[in-house]
């Protein structure tokens, strides 16, 4: 057999235990006390093995826009925070995923540059409804649709009407439906009235993208989903409040699952107002009374996991004057396992265990990704090793984006990520990279 890896505390569902891992073919084929003849033994130092992180929010904008992030860059940044898979989104890439042919160009680009394996989301929007038939036959894990403006003008929003006929399409072709929720008219009507008045500051911007506006579209994407009988997954959501009507609404026997974002865990509005554009994003950040009601709901197990929803742009999209023309995106898929590790592992308790079930086996199993997001016997040898003794301050040189901009700058990085396999082979360790192919991922019928 191919690899034995030894000296190493798994990390599995519900304990850290020490043992071993054996792998042929790319596959897991043994576990705990590993017997037999293996062509390679790698000595894990007695760190940490957890499975690799699945981030099924990245945008990474390949084709058109590789110069606010490419793929190439994105997937090795993802490898160096401990990723193994990454879900696509279908903007902000030009063309948007919106057909078949779109999808077949971005699955070119991912194919040519991609260090790990990936999925993609299709788009749900007012003028793609008679292509996503064609899109769910290509493979897509999804489709996405924005209740609020994208920001992308060849990507609109989908009203209420067009929301619900894109759910009774998803329905029938057995897919979900991810919603950006927050209430088209409730924030354009502020964000213009502030606007118009001169108030372009960053706490206008945060007064003009309320809680209210999150729970509201919530609760229409709920009601929606309940009236067609389509899947639903609310993304990025960013108060305990919207937590807490997604909860409600599936205690009602709607099928709604929802992820929140490290910057929502660890960031404020306060670090906004200290941080400025780096950290401005769509929901924005909140009170620290919503983050701490965050952790609360994850601790009590009602967030199904966590995504970065890592959207970069060049640094000339994050200057002006005018806070609302700043691009609202945050870079962060490499240091989402680091973040989880120190606020949630360090800070807060938060089991391994819990961490790589948020971070890998509760994505894999909403998603029907199949064989990943678990040590497990069957399943690729998707793993990264961390060393929870060492620790940095994270600087802009760490940063492996196509563009160093992150609001993390500064923070302690608790556990270094010292190596990242992807089915068995080594593809980052202790800042070199290894090259591999990555593959396509399409959900499970």
């Known amino acids: 057999m191919d690899l034995k890896i030894v000296n190493a505390k ?21 576990v705990g006390q590993v017997k037999g003849t293996f062509d390679k033994t790698l000595d894990a130092g007695g760190v940490q093995v957890l499975p690799g992180v699945i981030d099924s929010h990245v945008h990474f904008n ?12 994105g997937s090795r940044a993802l490898a160096a925070g401990g990723g193994t898979v990454f879900i696509d989104m279908p903007l902000n890439a030009s063309p948007p995923t919106l057909d078949a ?22 788009g749900l929007t007012p003028i793609n409804l008679d292509q996503m038939e064609e899109l769910a036959q290509r493979g897509v894990i999804g489709f996405k649709a924005f209740m609020s403006g994208s920001g992308i003008d060849d990507f609109p929003r989908s009203d209420e009407a067009i929301l619900e006929k894109g759910m009774r399409i998803a329905a029938k072709l057995g897919l979900l439906v991810a919603v950006h929720a927050e209430d088209e008219a409730m924030v354009s009507a502020l964000g213009q009235r502030a606007i118009s008045a001169g108030q372009t500051a960053i706490k206008d911007y945060l007064a003009s993208r309320p809680i209210e506006a999150e ?37 009602a026997g709607i099928d709604v699952t929802c992820e929140t974002c490290p910057h929502y865990l660890v ?29 609360q709901h994850l601790q ?72 990943k997001g678990k040590i497990a016997i069957g399943f690729d040898a998707d793993l990264v090793f961390i060393d929870l003794k060492s620790n940095k ?25 010292n190596r990242t396999l992807l089915r068995g082979q080594t593809i980052y360790h202790d800042g070199i990279f290894f090259e591999s192919q990555g593959r396509l991922i399409t959900p499970t019928k």
């Open 393 to 417: 301050n994270l600087e802009s040189s760490h940063l492996h984006y196509r563009h160093a901009i992150s609001p993390y700058l500064g923070l302690l990085i608790h556990g270094l990520i």
């Open 215 to 251: 729970v509201k579209a919530i609760t229409t994407a709920c009601d929606l989903a309940h009236s067609t009988g389509c899947s639903l997954h609310i993304v990025h959501v960013s108060s305990g409040q919207g937590i807490a009507t997604v909860l409600e609404k599936r205690k």
């Open 62 to 73: 390949d084709p058109g826009r590789d110069s606010w992030e490419g793929i190439a860059t």
């Open 10 to 30: 798994l990390v599995l569902d519900g304990s850290v235990v020490d043992g071993e891992i054996g792998i042929d073919g790319g596959k897991i084929v043994a």
């Open 300 to 371: 009590e197990g009602h967030i199904d996991f966590i995504a970065s929803d890592h959207s970069p742009s060049p640094i000339s999209m994050k200057e002006s004057q005018n806070f609302f023309n700043i691009w609202g995106g945050i870079a962060g898929v490499q240091s989402m396992l680091s973040n989880m590790l120190v606020e949630g592992h360090l800070q807060r308790n938060l089991s391994l265990s819990s961490i790589a079930k948020l971070l890998s086996s509760n994505v894999a199993r909403r998603f029907r990704i199949p064989g």
């Open 267 to 295: 960031l404020t509005e306060d670090d906004l107002l200290r941080i400025g554009a780096a950290a401005k994003c769509a929901p924005p950040l909140r009170s620290d009374k919503e983050r701490n009601s965050l952790w």
């Open 101 to 122: 042919k779109s999808f077949d160009a971005k699955v070119v680009a991912a194919q040519k540059s991609s260090l790990t394996d990936f999925a993609l989301w299709g």
